[in-house]
DNA sequence: TACAAAATTGTAATCATTACAAATAAAGAA
DNA sequence: TTCTTTATTTGTAATGATTACAATTTTGTA
């Protein structure tokens, strides 16, 4: 049974308010890599109130206290995911699509006296889909 | 011996005009991770004609070609890398200082139909520097 | 109910980056 | 060379994501 967005905060000492819980349960249920605006795109309909820089202060929160990462692999926006475990991200370069895949540990001897809160992987390139595209467009 | 700057934009058929050749140049010689700002500023005494917009043009054109990498670990700006082997980025939370680690290379059999271009390692938290400097203060 | 602290809101400001049109430099042809 | 075309650079205005901040609302506690 999954933790609910309530209980991660709780989790994380964090006073669950109804505008933490929607950004949070968005991305717990959304594993898109939305940025800021989609995210308050998303819940304004259900909260009318909602104000864009409490969904800005709250993903702040969120990735300062590590409850999210905040991903920067497009440069244009910043990108928010709540995976836990760490996991590499590929973004297509034709369809801008981001991916998910798991991550085997990288272990690294020289990195032995650093202390890591946090990892991210990106790599760009072209996905499958879009590497068939570009060769019927040639042919 | 090392390859000059002009020689490697005509590696890669890029026109060495002398802007371009002062900006990668720059690169080439401050392993620094640099933004564009401060590359202006570097060069700028030597180039008073310079102008930023050809600063952030011959970055995008540089990044666009694979001849330098864009860095985006930093969420304030972009910074910009002329290493050419794949390398693992950490940036220290407390002095903000870029340190660049060799990369093992990452066989990843999951990805083998992705067409990759480009692979960037980050991992943030805190550099043995710092590490001291805190349990000074809290000691 | 009253008070203090925390959270949210709306809006203005910031600032890195881009757009764009004008100016300049380079390249090619005759 | 001189003319013509193309590429590059420049200065400045515009863009747009994010932040700052003061006012308002909510929450917790006595």
């Known amino acids: 049974m999954k933790e609910s967005a309530q209980d991660r905060l709780r989790r994380y000492n964090i006073k669950p308010s109804v505008q933490r819980m929607a950004v949070l349960d968005y991305l717990m249920t959304h594993y898109t890599h939305p940025t800021a605006d989609t995210i ?15 969904v800005y202060n709250t993903l702040n929160l969120l990735t300062e206290q590590g409850v999210i990462q905040m991903i920067t692999i497009d440069e ?12 590499l991200h590929f973004r297509c370069s034709a369809c801008g ?4 895949f798991d991550l085997p ?29 570009e060769n019927n467009i040639n042919n």
Chains 1, 2 share one sequence.
Do not use: W
């Open 105 to 133: 540990p990288l272990q690294m001897e020289a990195l032995k006296d650093y202390d890591i809160t946090d990892i991210q992987v990106y790599c760009k390139g072209v996905c499958p889909t879009c590497q068939k595209k």
């Open 76 to 87: 244009k926006n910043a990108r928010f995911d709540a995976r836990e475990t760490p996991h």
């Open 40 to 54: 308050f795109n998303a819940l304004y309909p259900a909260i009318p109130t909602l104000s864009k820089a409490t």
């Open 97 to 100: 699509e981001i991916f998910d």
